[in-house]
């Protein structure tokens, strides 16, 4: 009998222990920004960057996100502050400083309860971006409101004549 109270003692413990609260949900929501130029007759035209970087500072580390082939991009807004930095280079083929713009993205945090498995994520509502202007012309927020819709694009940035 002390077995089989030892026993089943164990097998609810075991049973406890089983975690039922896994997220499958992302964690994070990401903006997007599509990249344009204007034609000889100055109507904007989507512009396909052939080699470009995004580079943001987290901590001590630096991370890059690439832009191959594409007229746009998909990136994160700091959860910590309410502005989040970004360098763009416009072609990674030379080191020239004038390829260089810098980014800063202002934008409101929300933040959202997904479930007790999943917790909070912040979704995010753009005030205001700040630019350089080596390549970049100008950069317009179409929309807004950062959540996890990854069909919305949220920025159009208007580059110079690469």
């Given amino acids: 009998m002390r077995i089989l109270v030892t026993l089943l003692f164990g097998l609810f413990f075991l049973q406890a222990c089983k975690r039922e609260d ?9 903006a997007r920004a599509g990249f344009i130029t204007k ?36 990136f994160r807004l700091s959860s910590k502050t309410d502005s989040t930095r970004y360098i763009f280079q416009s072609d990674t083929t030379t080191t020239n400083p004038a390829t260089l713009d810098t980014l800063i993205l202002f934008a409101n945090r929300n933040p959202k309860f ?3 498995a999943c917790g909070f994520q912040y979704n995010f509502e753009f005030t205001q971006v700040t630019h350089t202007r080596q390549v970049i012309d100008s950069v317009w927020i179409i929309n807004e409101t950062v959540d996890d819709n990854v069909n919305t694009q949220h920025l159009r940035i208007l580059l110079k004549k690469l």
């Fill in 114 to 116: 997904v479930s007790v």
């Fill in 39 to 74: 034609d000889s007759l100055g109507n904007p035209v989507d512009s396909v960057l052939t080699a470009s970087l995004l580079l943001f500072q987290a901590q001590d580390s630096m991370y890059a996100i690439p832009i191959f082939n594409s007229k746009s991009t998909s």
């Fill in 22 to 30: 896994t997220c499958l949900l992302p964690q994070g929501v990401q």
